[in-house]
């Protein structure tokens, strides 16, 4: 399995428009992060966690080819708004591309992407076949399967994912033991960490320490950073054994 963290930036990314602060005006690469999101290339299949606004941007700057299916962990804007962008995919496979969300998030999908789901789409339209996620069932990629993971991003219900020894967790505020005890054993864990206040829907940094030290996993990395966390290169000192900043284009093997 290889991990590629596409983005590890907050809906705004970093640098901020408009920001001077030393996070935003930083020539570190590790402090210029694009919208949220990953991707995981296992036994052939190569799965993208969110489709936000820089989603043509990261599959360029990741030289992806094709994509098997796209996961959709919630519908808010910096995770969905890019999916138009799997046309060149549609077009060069000569195949619709899955897309795998929740009916809340498929609805929300056909209201944003209309144009994509009318009866008689426009030639040139993105296609997609929308597939369900339950949190009792594994999602079945051609035979990869995946474990979503139900957490809660302030009062809105979101999906995180397991792919066997990795885990992704995005956009998280609490999550409750019953689902907690499918991230258990993980060895690898991508987790939501904003920046250092209290968020009343994202996880801070302390509150992000005190879930990993429960988790246990053998290596953690921080994601969904805003850039009111601090320099990358003054932040990952100071973290425990084993947690540090991820950054774009971060890739894993495991």
Known sequence: MKITFLGTGTSQGVPVIGCDCEVCISTDPKDNRLRTSAMIEWNGKVIIID????????????????????????????????LDDVRPLNFKHKKHMPVYAEPRVQAELKTRFSYIFDKNPYPGAPRIILQNIDNQIDIDVDGVLVKPIRAMHGTLPVFGFRFEDFTYLTDVKSIAPEDLAKVKGTKLLAIDALHHSEHHAHLNLEQALALIKIIQPEQAYLIHVSHRMGLAKKVNPSLPEGVELAYDGLTIAL
Request: hydrophobic share 40%.
């Open 51 to 82: 489709a936000g606004p820089d989603f043509r941007q990261q599959l360029l700057r990741a030289n992806v080819q094709d994509v098997s299916a796209i996961l959709m962990t919630h519908e808010h804007n910096d995770h969905i708004i890019g």
